[in-house]
């Protein structure tokens, strides 16, 4: 775990775009590989823990956004799958958008001052 | 939507959820292990280190469950099951604190049924959201005008928006049938429309159809379920026989379906034939309208167009209708009275409910709090163990939902029984025979109200005390103190108890204001032996709402009635055992009109008063009038007792001549000879709306003789009321009111001969209320001994609450005491000291309570006093006074006995067990 300035606050909301962009890239993941990945990806180390990421998990599934399935990984222990359902990848898109202007607007405004 | 209803789903069912949720985490850690396996740890490094890198697994659980469900609803099914053993635990409380929610709900739900009825009165009809009423009203004057044939057929013609237009007349008619008694029956004179929009279907013959509503037309009867099954005997041959309604005769053609009472609460139907009658504008009979908004049209975009006809008409008659101005309402509004004063009294009986049960529910929460509070060392275990404090509250709150649900259940089935038992009778004696549509089952929206009202009172029960005994607990917890008696009853349950003691003296005190009323009535003595004499109303037989004007044919009409009336006086006389028979426009001992007369004898001054006598500083005095017919006097056997009574000469109508009662003599002439006197009335007609206009007096009449007290008055007034009598001839009275006088016995027996007699005498003389003089005021005691019985409820209730919050607080005040009550005894302090220092601050707020309520009942009772009866005597006497004072005594006593069980478990507490009991 980080502190001081290497801790990044992940902010509201961006947490399930991160997860569908990391599904919608390397196809369906168990929760432990999406942790590792968001850690991989993640320049500075990112402030998620299972204490964030299962609420997230178990949110996006009750949306109807993620689908978890019971598989085998190349180990051969068991773990469950999350892949993207078809509304995941239209959130995806949405989300995606989203994030789009609001980063282009906080940009904007900080060009400016 | 579909994440709430699989959190909802999730929250009532977790246990899949839950076993998947610990599969998962363990195949994470099973992974991670594998992870630092793979990097050179060995298995029991690797666990170790992975469940660090994990984190709480635990409080992950925690958080994914706040994710996947609700949890204020997840421990619901297993709160409710707790709370459902509660009631079997605590019996006790069950049936004190359920009886007392079922009283509040039902009484509830009671006042929102009837006031529904008034306020969102639905029809039975399928077309029932589209039938309306047509009104007109004089904008000038504030009345509704009911002259409106004239306007009905205009509107019948030019409406587009509205369709099947008719109008019905009201009339009482004796129902003869040949070789039957006379009835009263109701009878519509109305269009052939009205069967139709009303799902008008005979059960035999035909409905009445437009063909009869010709002039020409054979008079032709349809005939109501009830009065076929009670009149007719039900006969299968009632089909074209012939029967008298009144003076007229009309052939039966068909028998309605039971329930059909349309356009009200009708019997038996007539054609309205409106060529016959005056069409001249806002001339001929009085009537009601009713019609159907066209399919699509709403009730606004009729009124507009109907707005626009009234123009219209007012337009061609505007000395007629230059004020009138039609309105459409929905149909069943037509009973409703309008103006905001009824709105204010409808919202006073609304806040009245929610007051009811706030006090109820509050009392009910004392006691959910003292059983909460033996069991505080449970909620303590469960904190420890993580549950928030919103878990615990939502615990408590399921717990006392079962024991409101139970209660309404119970309020439910009491609602429903008193609905339909008091309910029809109350509205009955009240309102008359009610409307069709006034259907006194529970209705959706009661059921509705009965929900709301048991999750408030269950709100206010459950939620209050929980929130007090779950504050602070986690400090408490720290600080090592929860569960050993660290609770306290606070000053929210110091006003409930004051509350709860004020409102168990104030009942009581209700219920004496309200026997005094009941025997007010039942004591009203009528002065001669009214239990001899027969009480029959007498209608004469004029369609309702036409003017009595003093033209050719009224005159014809009285004189005919007087004839009437006179002759059957001479058969009812001639009956044996009947001593006398009389008339009177009010029966002795009901209500009577009051006037402000002047007498013209000067009481303060002496002498005559100045002939200018309305401009005078003569006193004004309030006398109560009742006009009876010469010979009344003689058959109630009234001694006279100065002067003389009445002659026939005296109804002749310049005779003016009046006697007096006893009661006057002594209040307006205080004392003084009455024979001789000259009153009359300080205004001829209306007093005029401003107390400064000039308004004429009326003329004088002279006191011819003076009568002991004869039950003049009204039953409810206090003290006796000044009786002025003025003879007069029946057929002029506003009511009249036949007084038969039997010889021993039970007059009852002779109701039968005085209707065969009154048949026989004139078929169209309706028969109203024939009873025992003594029981005129029946009605009015029966309404007022309801009110009794349910206040004599509501105070049982607030006292046995009483006792039982008291009892509960006292129990819980030496549950928590224990120990020093046991040190205080091992020290040898006196039996006095401990109760004194135990039971000080309980006793004290009991003696507040007392206080509280004994105030508001004496300023309740000067408000009364000062506000109805201003300068009457005092309305609380020294007796009432006592016996209040003296229930205040015996409240102490039966609180202080509530102590009794509580103060002898302190006293013989050991001083050993008492140091053990933590």
């Known amino acids: 775990m980080s502190s001081g300035d290497d801790h990044v606050e992940l902010l509201q909301g961006t947490l399930d775009l991160i997860i569908l962009r990391a599904l919608s890239t390397m196809g369906p993941l168990h929760s432990y590989a999406l942790a590792t990945r968001l850690a991989q990806v993640s320049d500075s180390p990112l402030s998620l823990n299972q204490g964030t990421l299962y609420p997230a998990l178990i949110r996006m599934e009750q949306k109807g956004w993620l689908k978890g399935a019971w598989g085998r990984t190349e180990a051969n222990r068991e773990a469950k799958f999350y892949s993207l359902t078809r509304a995941g990848e239209r959130a995806l898109t949405q989300q995606t958008e989203r994030w789009r202007r609001l980063a282009g607007l906080v940009d904007k405004l900080l060009l400016e001052n | ?79 409710l099951k707790l709370g459902g053993r509660m009631l079997v635990k605590y019996p006790g409380l069950t049936v004190v604190g359920g009886l007392a929610m079922a009283f509040a709900i039902c009484i509830g739900i009671v006042i929102v049924q009837v006031v529904s009825l008034f306020t969102s009165p639905t029809l039975p009809l399928s077309q029932g ?175 507009a167009e109907l707005t626009a006809a009234g123009r219209r008409i007012a337009s061609q008659s505007p000395l007629t209708h230059q004020h009138l101005e039609p309105l459409v309402r929905p149909y069943a509004m037509m009973v409703v009275p309008d103006g905001p004063g009824d709105l204010a009294i409808m919202y006073s009986i609304y806040f009245f409910i929610v007051v009811l049960l706030a006090l109820i529910s509050g009392n009910v929460g004392l006691l959910l709090f003292a059983r909460a509070a033996s069991r505080e060392a449970d909620l303590v275990v469960r904190t420890a163990l993580g549950a928030s404090r919103g878990r615990l509250v939502a615990q408590m709150f399921a717990e006392a939902l079962v024991l409101g649900s139970a209660a309404a259940i119970a309020g439910l089935l009491a609602a429903d029984l008193a609905l339909r038992t008091w309910g029809v009778v109350f509205l009955e004696t009240n309102l008359g025979r009610l409307p069709f549509w006034f259907d006194l089952g529970l209705s959706p929206r009661a059921i509705g109200a009965a929900v709301l009202l048991t999750v408030a009172g269950t709100a206010i029960a459950g939620i209050m005390p929980a929130l007090k005994i779950t504050h602070g607990m986690g400090h408490r917890l720290r600080q090592n103190s929860a569960g050993s008696g660290g609770l306290q009853f606070g000053g929210v349950w110091t006003v409930v108890i004051v509350a709860q003691v004020a409102a168990t003296v104030i009942f009581p005190a209700l219920v004496y204001w309200e026997q005094t009323q009941l025997r007010r009535v039942q004591d009203f003595d009528a ?168 308004a004429a007096p009326g003329d004088w009449y002279e006191v011819i003789g003076v009568v002991p007290d004869l039950g003049v008055g009204a039953p409810t007034q206090r003290g006796r009321a000044a009786g002025l009598y003025f003879p007069d001839t029946p057929s002029r009275f506003d009511q009249i009111h036949m007084m038969v006088h039997v010889r021993g016995g039970d007059p009852m027996t002779l109701a039968p001969q005085v209707r065969d007699l009154a048949t026989a005498v004139d078929p169209s003389l309706r028969l109203i209320d024939m009873r025992r003089v003594n029981e005129a005021n029946d009605d009015i005691v029966w309404v007022l001994g309801l009110w009794l019985r349910i206040t004599v409820v509501l105070s049982s209730l607030a006292l046995v609450l009483s006792l039982a919050g008291i009892y509960a607080v006292l129990s819980f005040t030496v549950a928590r005491r224990t120990r020093e009550i046991g040190v205080r005894v091992a020290l040898g302090a006196s039996r006095q000291r401990v109760i004194l220092a135990v039971f000080r601050r309980p006793l004290l707020q009991v003696a507040s309570g007392i206080v509280v309520g004994t105030a508001i009942v004496f300023t309740g009772a000067w408000m009364i006093r000062y506000t109805e009866f201003p300068g009457s005597e005092r309305d609380l006497t020294v007796q009432g006074m006592a016996t209040i004072i003296a229930y205040g005594i015996v409240m102490l006593g039966v609180c202080t006995l509530g102590c009794l069980v509580p103060t002898r478990r302190a006293l013989n507490i050991e001083p050993t067990v008492a140091l053990r009991a933590e």
Do not use: C
Request: hydrophobic residues 45%; charged residues 25%.
């Open chain 2, 1 to 79: 939507m579909r994440r709430t209803i699989r959190r909802l789903l999730s929250s009532l069912r977790p246990g899949h959820a839950e076993r998947e949720l610990a599969r998962e985490i363990r195949s994470h850690l099973q992974l991670l292990e594998d992870q630092y396996v793979a990097n050179g740890m060995d298995v029991e490094e690797a666990r170790h280190a992975a469940q660090r890198a994990f984190g709480g697994v635990e409080q992950t659980k925690e958080r994914q469950r706040d994710a996947r469900m609700f949890r204020w609803l997840a421990g619901w099914p297993m709160d």
């Open chain 2, 129 to 303: 959201t589209r039938l309306v009423e047509l009104r007109s009203m004089d904008a000038a004057e504030n009345v509704q005008e009911r002259k409106i044939l004239h306007d009905v057929l205009e509107w019948r013609q030019s409406l587009r928006s509205l369709t099947d237009l008719g109008a019905w007349r009201d009339s009482s008619r004796n129902l003869v049938i040949a070789d039957g008694e006379a009835r009263p029956v109701s009878v519509a004179e109305m269009s052939a429309s009205g069967f139709r929009l009303a799902d008008g279907e005979p059960l035999m013959g035909r409905v009445l159809v437009e063909a009869d509503e010709r002039a020409a037309a054979p008079a032709v009867a349809v005939i109501g379920y009830h009065v076929w099954r009670t009149r007719f005997v039900s006969d299968p041959q009632v089909l074209g026989r012939t029967v008298q309604l009144g003076h007229e005769y009309a052939t039966v053609v068909g028998v309605m379906r039971e329930g059909f009472e349309f356009p009200v609460a009708h019997d038996v139907w007539l054609p309205l034939k409106t060529s016959l009658l005056d069409q001249a504008p806002r001339s001929g009979p009085a009537i009601s309208v009713f019609a159907l908004l066209a399919p699509g049209v709403t009730i606004q975009t009729a009124q």
């Open chain 2, 527 to 694: 002065g001669f032996e009214a239990e001899h004499y027969l009480a029959v109303q007498i209608e004469r037989d004029a369609p309702a709402g036409d003017d009595p004007t003093a033209d050719a044919a009224t005159l014809e009409r009285d004189a005919r009635l007087s004839a009437t009336l006179e002759d059957l006086r001479r058969r009812l006389v001639a009956q044996p055992g009947v001593l006398g028979v009389t008339f009177a426009e009010r029966l002795p001992t009901t209500t009577h009109a009051q006037k402000i007369i002047e007498m013209g004898y000067d009481m303060d001054r002496g002498g005559p008063v100045s002939a200018a006598g309305s401009t005078s500083e003569a006193p004004l005095r309030v006398a109560t009038i009742a006009g009876v017919e010469p010979s009344y006097f003689d058959v109630l056997d009234a001694p006279v007792l100065a002067g003389r009574g009445f002659t026939a000469a005296d109804a002749l109508p310049n005779a003016r001549v009046a006697v007096v009662d006893q009661s006057f003599v002594d209040q307006v002439l205080q004392g003084r000879n009455a024979v001789g006197q000259q009153v009359r009335f300080r205004f001829a007609g209306r007093a005029p709306a401003n107390p400064g206009d000039a």
